[in-house]
């Protein structure tokens, strides 16, 4: 049974992140503009996790314990049924993800970030393409 029903109007976002502190502020902010938030401090098996939650976003951190957020992100873009699922990396170490590759991400975002600018960008990704 799935419990949550998209009415079209919940915006469900799975962020990932290694830091407690980081996870607190992003999901008290995202909760507060609306989103429905899920938050993990790992990621051993992605695909579950989206199975399970079915966002329409994912936020994580680039440097995991035991993983590379960007390899994650690789795994998400090159999996048929994941493919079309933006995914945002952020990170404190830009110069790391500039020099690594983007991994397919939609977004980068370093942090510390502002979370106006973060709204910007997770609304951007979240809005129907207007073709």
Known sequence: ???????GQTRRILIID?????LDVMQEALKYEGFDVKIAERADDIFALIKEY?????MM??????????ELCHQ????PET??????LLSAYPRVYNSLGTYGADEFIAKPFDLYDLFGRVNGLLMPATN
Do not use: E, F, R
């Open 1 to 7: 049974m799935h419990m949550l029903q998209n009415t």
């Open 18 to 22: 290694d830091d407690a502190d980081v």
């Open 54 to 58: 079915d966002p329409q976003l994912i």
């Open 61 to 70: 951190d680039y440097i995991l314990k035991g993983i590379n957020g960007g």
């Open 76 to 79: 998400i873009k090159t999996n």
């Open 83 to 88: 493919s079309n699922l933006p995914v945002v």
